[in-house]
């Protein structure tokens, strides 16, 4: 359970990288 939360919190990070990115280049 511990494991997937971690990776859940790594998947957010990189979409709100993600999502910044985008907002930036717009």
């Given at each position: 359970k511990v494991?997937?939360?971690?990776e859940d919190y790594k998947t957010s990070l990189e979409k709100i990288k993600t999502m910044q990115k985008d907002s930036r280049t717009v």
């Amino acid at each position: 359970k511990v494991k997937t939360d971690i990776e859940d919190y790594k998947t957010s990070l990189e979409k709100i990288k993600t999502m910044q990115k985008d907002s930036r280049t717009v």
